[in-house]
T-cell receptor, first 108, second 112 residues
Framework: KNEVEQSPQNLTAQEGEFITINCSYS?????LHWLQQHPGGGIVSLFM???GKKKHGRLIATINIQEKHSSLHITASHPRDSAVYIC??????????FGKGTLLTVNP | NAGVTQTPKFQVLKTGQSMTLQCAQD?????MYWYRQDPGMGLRLIYY???????DKGEVPNGYNVSRLNKREFSLRLESAAPSQTSVYFC???????????FGPGTRLTVT
């Protein structure tokens, strides 16, 4: 079973700061997802990537397959970025294994 | 285009009662999933349906049954609810099993 570890568990930042959330996994995967969950519960897919780097607005996701590691970066953070960020890996059996999430709070 | 919808949003059951959680998607996706989310744990897969007419167990299937009614709808049934099934339940869908998943808004279930 793939173990997915996220760090940090909790992160508090000031508006405008550059934020990094990390995800490590134990077994080779076919793809990795970054998801966002706002208070109130809805889950939104931010990125799905299997190599390299993807960018969407102020969000950047990178993955290093050899090191089994991915990072999610948020540039110029804003209070509306406050949410739980979840990493999930897609194994060879096409099932997602989820990390426990990182709670991000951005203060104005 | 509503995406993935779930009903109900909230439900309180007594131990032993039964209920069905409904999920529908309007994106013509082949694959659908039921997850549960508990405090301090990652989302866990209960059941999935890779395509219309097929269903398979996930990580935590005990106490649940599912029906893939048609391509749009995938329901989750609790035959005899237990307090351990208190959780938030999410339905998701994807075009294929290897593709990005889209999540519904969730159902918060409390079993007393």
């Amino acid at each position: 079973k793939n173990e997915v570890e996220q760090s940090p568990q909790n992160l508090t930042a000031q508006e405008g700061e550059f934020i990094t959330i990390n995800c490590s996994y134990s077994v080779g995967i076919s793809a990795l997802h970054w998801l966002q969950q706002h208070p109130g519960g809805g889950i939104v897919s931010l990125f799905m990537l299997s190599s390299g780097k993807k960018k969407h607005g102020r969000l950047i996701a990178t993955i290093n397959i050899q090191e089994k590691h991915s990072s999610l970066h948020i540039t110029a953070s804003h209070p509306r970025d406050s949410a739980v960020y979840i990493c999930a890996v897609l194994g060879g059996n096409y099932k997602l294994t989820f990390g426990k999430g990182t709670l991000l709070t951005v203060n104005p | 285009n509503a995406g993935v919808t779930q009903t109900p949003k909230f439900q309180v059951l007594k131990t032993g009662q039964s209920m069905t959680l409904q999920c529908a998607q309007d994106m013509n996706h082949n694959s659908m999933y039921w997850y549960r989310q508990d405090p301090g744990m990652g989302l866990r897969l209960i059941y999935y349906s890779a395509s219309e007419g097929t269903t398979d167990k996930g990580e935590v299937p005990n106490g649940y049954n599912v029906s893939r009614l048609n391509k749009r709808e995938f329901s989750l049934r609790l035959e005899s609810a237990a307090p351990s099934q208190t959780s938030v339940y999410f339905c998701a869908s994807s075009e294929l099993r290897s593709y990005e998943q889209y999540f519904g808004p969730g159902t918060r279930l409390t079993v007393t």
